[in-house]
């Protein structure tokens, strides 16, 4: 399976969901928007009491095997304004409680790898899964505010 704007023409509802290879965004709004949830390979019975997300599966993106390279060399910054100004926080590693370090995110660079972002520290709250590129403002990674507090380095690595 690939990248699929809109699944609502394949089912009505979903309430259970088996990755049986690599690693899938799920969104419950067509064209890849709405709310996000992270899957890797497993079963989820009950994906919906787990993400807090009802029964509509819209869209999906597979999340692509990155070059070992681009793993090794990982970074994310995170500005608390937008058009990357303000004050600036580099990460190239997990970070459990980003609000130590900024106290909102308007924009943020990934230059190298994937990163799955969260709403709250802890890696709780909303979540939104960035890759390599430029994020100028927090609309550009469909957030709904400027709270970014955890992030987290999505381990895709492939032979280059």
């Known amino acids: 399976m690939s990248d699929c704007a809109d699944l609502h023409s394949l089912f009505d509802h979903c309430r259970s969901i088996r990755v049986e ?3 899938f965004i799920i969104y419950d709004q067509p064209g890849f928007m709405g709310n996000q949830y992270f899957m890797r390979r497993g079963e989820y019975s009950d ?3 787990m993400t807090g997300m009802n029964d509509c599966v819209r869209s999906c993106r597979m999340i692509p095997m990155v070059c070992l390279f681009y ?3 990982m970074q994310i910054i995170f500005y608390e304004d ?14 459990p409680d980003l609000l130590s370090n900024l106290s909102r995110c308007n924009s943020i660079r990934v230059e190298s790898s994937c990163f799955m972002i969260y709403e709250k520290p802890n890696y709780t709250g909303n979540q939104y899964y960035l890759r390599r590129g430029e994020y100028p403002n927090f609309h550009h990674w469909s957030g709904i505010n400027d ?3 955890s992030c987290r380095h999505i381990h ?3 032979c280059c």
């Open 82 to 95: 937008k058009d990357f100004s303000g004050s600036h926080f580099e990460c190239s590693k997990d970070c």
């Open 21 to 23: 290879s690599g690693m």
């Open 71 to 73: 793993f090794l060399n």
């Open 147 to 149: 709270s970014v507090g």
């Open 156 to 158: 895709t690595v492939s």
């Open 47 to 49: 994906y919906m009491g």
